[in-house]
């Protein structure tokens, strides 16, 4: 093994990892404000993938241009969730709450079947389907502009959270909504709107993943671990700990994948993801106490 293939290895994993970040900051965002373990966040994923793939593939539309259609339809389809669902769940348990987004996570993939079948589906996109050559170093650009969007959206996001006066009422109403309420926040406006950008945000981590991977409606579960698995590292709420904590794993796959056949370098991920949980003894329900 040469210094190359790691070098390599390694520009790879901070590329993947950027995908990851945008994979998982809907998940964090939702979880670490609202306590609500969105279990359908991974097929929102996907079906945004299906659409952005319909646009792009099927119509022949600018890849760069349909991003933000995608994104505002999901945030608009997130607004109708948490009308219709999340909000009237709000003094419901855990338990209920889980099993009512495991519902619509059924639904959608039902339908995304329906339309798109369970073929797996790659996104032709055109002018960004080139390959950067830097020395040793060969990345597709795809990649490269996926990643660069992801940290953008991210170190944008965190500037919001931590600059604004209305990043200032959604971290408010992440540590106590009673008291949120109290001082004039509107709590259930609040809780709309982040709730809508939180799917948003997961329809944003499926357009950068079908720019750069192949993928099918009935492997969203896999993704759903990968986001968990960046939100345990990361911490909730933080987009830039989420940033971090998605650099990190796509680094450990890549350069795993160096010293271990290909189909072991999962169960090495999910390993890291049983380490993650127990080391971190208090789990998700902890994590809920956490601020952002």
Do not use: C
């Not at 520009?11 to 359908?40: D, H, K, Q």
């Not at 996104?123 to 050559?133: D, H, K, P, S």
């Not at 040793?136 to 953008?152: D, N, W």
């Amino acid at each position: 093994m040469n210094i190359d293939t790691i070098v390599q290895a390694f520009a790879n994993g901070l590329l993947l990892g950027g995908v990851y970040g945008g994979l998982a900051i809907g998940l964090s965002l939702i979880l670490g404000v609202l306590r609500i373990v969105n279990i359908a966040h991974s097929v929102i994923i996907i079906f945004a993938g299906l659409l952005y793939w319909q646009l792009v593939t099927g119509f022949g539309l600018d890849p760069l241009a349909m991003i933000l259609p995608v994104v505002a339809l999901a945030y608009l389809f997130g607004l109708v969730v948490h009308r219709g669902m999340a909000q009237q769940l709000a003094r419901e348990d855990n338990s209920t709450v889980m099993l009512a987004f495991f519902g619509l996570l059924v639904v959608l993939e039902s339908i995304a079947v329906m339309i798109w079948t369970t073929d797996t589906r790659t996104v032709a996109l055109g002018y960004l389907a080139n390959v950067i050559e830097l020395g040793p170093i060969s990345v597709p650009l795809t990649r490269v502009v996926a990643a660069l969007i992801t940290v953008g959206v991210l170190v944008g996001l965190h500037f919001f959270l931590t600059r604004t006066l209305t990043g200032s009422a959604i971290r408010g109403l992440s540590q106590n909504p009673d008291v949120a309420s109290m001082v004039g926040i509107d709590v259930t406006r609040l809780s709309r709107r982040v709730f809508a950008a939180g799917i948003a945000f997961a329809a944003f981590g499926g357009v950068v993943l079908a720019m750069t991977q192949s993928f099918n409606p009935q492997e969203h579960y896999r993704w759903l671990a990968w986001a968990f698995l960046v939100v345990i590292l990361g911490g909730l709420g933080s987009a830039l700990r989420t940033l971090i904590a998605g650099l990190i794993v796509g680094v450990i796959e890549t350069m795993v994948g160096i010293f271990i056949p290909f189909q072991y370098t999962y169960l090495v991920l999910y390993g890291i993801l049983a380490v993650a949980l127990l080391v971190r003894s208090e789990g998700l329900s902890g994590a809920k106490q956490r601020i952002i």
